[in-house]
């Protein structure tokens, strides 16, 4: 048996000096205050300090395997029923991508079945691998581990087999998602129909945005960040955005942490790539399921929101998600909704 010591005790204090007391955590040599920093001077020593000072193993039990979903409360779910307010329904889900392509390397497998025959009926077969850069998708928290170990302390061997995901699987959201989702238009803040592969995003994005927006992330929200990817696919075509990807720069882990973000999501992975962190290709994937237990939206088509956002002038809505209920699963395809 894998013998990586489980962090929650050190968390526990953590949790006590740190958070009951809003003491102020200082991260390495530099002394960079660590909740609500802005540097984006962060190193692979950095993201390995945040993997334990960030961390929210313990914080909801040992046994906990919701992670941050357990920041969408009864309360959450009904004022985010209150924003439903015209009934307009809006899709989040690219259509499955069924032809290869540079972001496309693993397409949706669509077989027919029974064409031809002379019976009432016609059906067919779905195939996918979904996780990647093409197809819509919701990590669970069993999809990634650092170190062996997975969200709150879960050993990796123990707990991910042949057999599937024991802890931490998709099964865990199989009730559905409902609460707040804000949509954070990074490309309309900087006034183009989508930002250029590569392109970070940082913190002072996000406050931007929340200013322009007259909106403010708060605990138990989704968190949807837009840079026009799919846009930019539709104008120049398809790229290998697993190698040069717009996306979130590490250093805004801390403000995701500080304001309760439940969910993360965005129209590529999350990331931006290459991630300007050495040694680390995806800190935002390690830090948020790892170390945060957050879950994230990967893949999301957000050109269709973000003009009806712009078209009512309200970046905020209800947001619904049903995740395929996979026991063992490491994530699902599935077609999220803004209702506005």
């Known amino acids: 048996m894998n013998t990586v010591p489980r962090m929650p005790e050190v968390n526990r204090i953590r949790f006590g000096s740190a958070f009951l007391c809003s003491a102020v955590l200082l991260v390495g040599p530099a002394s960079q205050p660590l909740l609500g920093q802005t540097s984006r001077d962060v190193t692979q020593a950095t993201v390995e300090q945040w993997m334990t000072d ?22 959450k779910r009904l004022e985010a029923i209150g924003l439903a307010q015209v009934g307009t329904s809006v ?30 009926f016609r059906s067919d077969r779905y195939s996918i691998a979904y996780h990647g850069y093409a197809h819509s998708h919701l990590d669970a928290l069993c999809h990634m581990m650092y170190e062996g170990q997975l969200y709150n302390g879960y050993i990796r061997d123990d707990e991910v087999t042949e057999g599937g995901c024991d802890k931490l699987a998709i099964i865990n959201f199989k009730q559905g ?8 238009d990074i490309a309309r803040l900087k006034g183009v129909d989508y930002l250029e592969p590569g392109t970070p995003i940082y913190v002072e994005d ?25 846009a930019r696919r539709a104008e120049l075509g398809a790229w290998r955005t697993g190698r040069e990807a717009a996306g979130l720069h590490a250093s805004v882990v801390p403000w995701l942490r ?10 590529y992975t999350n ?14 994937h390690q830090l948020m399921l790892v170390a945060l237990g957050t879950p994230l939206f ?28 996979v026991e063992g699963g490491t994530g699902s395809p599935l077609n999220p909704l803004a209702i506005f």
Do not use: C
């Not at 998602?177 to 954070?184: A, F, K, P, Q, S």
């Not at 893949?299 to 209920?325: H, S, T």
């Open 54 to 75: 960030l961390s929210n193993w313990g914080r909801w039990g040992d046994d906990d395997q919701l992670g941050t979903l357990n920041l969408i409360t009864q309360e």
């Open 91 to 120: 899709s989040m889900s690219h259509n499955y991508l069924k032809e290869q392509a540079l972001d496309a390397t693993s397409p949706f497998e669509h077989q027919m079945l029974g064409v031809g025959s002379p019976g009432a």
């Open 177 to 184: 998602i409902v609460t707040r989702g804000i949509l954070m």
């Open 206 to 230: 996000l406050e931007a945005w929340e200013r322009e927006a007259g909106v403010r992330v708060g605990s138990g929200d989704v968190v949807l960040v837009r840079s026009g990817r799919w």
């Open 258 to 267: 500080d304001r309760g973000v439940a969910i993360l999501g965005s129209d």
């Open 271 to 284: 990331d931006v790539l290459p991630s300007g962190v050495q040694g680390v290709t995806q800190p935002i």
């Open 298 to 325: 990967d893949n999301l088509d957000l050109e269709a929101v973000a003009a009806e956002a712009a078209r009512q002038g309200r970046w905020e809505f209800m947001l619904v998600a049903a995740p395929l209920a």
